[in-house]
């Protein structure tokens, strides 16, 4: 079966770092995806993972670890926009995401 | 533009008052999944379809229904709702078959079953 794991809410202040990490586990696996959704929108791409390590891209990041079912994604120079939730999906053996709750990221002055 | 395009955005209905929420993606995308949304449960995945007359159940279809006659089209059937299918529906489309699978979506449905 598949299952996604991640903190429920998070906090942080305006220029800090904040970190959100995810656990999975999956039939098969072909990729860890991270897409944030903003309240009342879709969701939207984010960052991909299939080998291990970190992927930087701007001031968000997202790191991969597959023998321990692990990732993270990570935000640097936090802005208020950033406020939303992060969800976290992996794809299984079908290449049919399995997206975990969400974390709802809030940042605060 | 590429885009997923759903309709309606939002809809209030009574039980039992059979409805399609249309979605048309314009990126030849072999992948089309639709999902609800509800509070504290996160995205959970309704039926999927990896290509033309080829669909399968997600996690949740009870109460569902679609279809993939074309390729750009899936629409979503609720022949008789009930008010636990009050949600947040999304469809997104996605290339397929590929590990960078990346899912677009459509701007999303709200639904009220009274």
């Known amino acids: 079966g598949q299952n996604i794991d991640q903190p429920t809410e998070m906090t942080a202040t305006e220029g800090a770092i904040v970190q959100i990490n995810c656990t999975y586990q999956?039939?098969?696996?072909?990729?860890l995806f991270w897409y944030q959704q903003h309240a009342g929108e879709a969701p939207t791409f984010l960052s991909y993972?299939?080998?291990?390590g970190l992927e930087e891209k701007g001031r968000f990041s997202s790191f991969l670890s597959r023998s321990k079912g692990y990732s993270y994604l990570l935000l640097k120079e936090l802005q208020m926009k950033d406020s939303a939730s992060y969800l976290c999906?992996?794809?299984?053996?079908?290449?049919?995401?399995?997206f975990g709750r969400g974390t709802s990221l809030i940042v605060h002055p | 533009e590429a885009q997923v395009t759903q309709n309606p955005r939002y809809l209030i209905t009574v039980t039992g008052k059979k409805l399609t929420v249309t979605c048309s993606q314009n990126?030849?995308?072999?992948?089309m999944s639709w999902y609800r949304q509800d509070p504290g449960l996160g995205l959970r995945q309704i039926y999927y379809?990896?290509?033309?007359?080829?669909?399968d159940k997600g996690d949740v279809p009870e109460g569902y229904k679609v279809s993939r006659k074309e390729k750009r089209n899936f629409p979503l059937i609720l022949e008789s709702p009930s008010p636990n299918q009050t949600s947040l529906y999304f469809c997104?489309?996605?290339?397929?078959?590929?590990?960078?699978?990346?899912?677009?979506f459509g701007a999303g449905t709200r639904l009220s079953v009274l």
């Open positions: 997104a489309s996605s290339p397929g078959g590929i590990a960078k699978n990346i899912q677009y």
């Open positions: 999956t039939s098969g696996f072909n990729g």
């Open positions: 993972n299939v080998l291990d």
């Open positions: 999906a992996a794809n299984g053996g079908s290449y049919i995401p399995t």
């Open positions: 990126m030849n995308h072999e992948y």
């Open positions: 379809s990896m290509n033309v007359e080829v669909t």
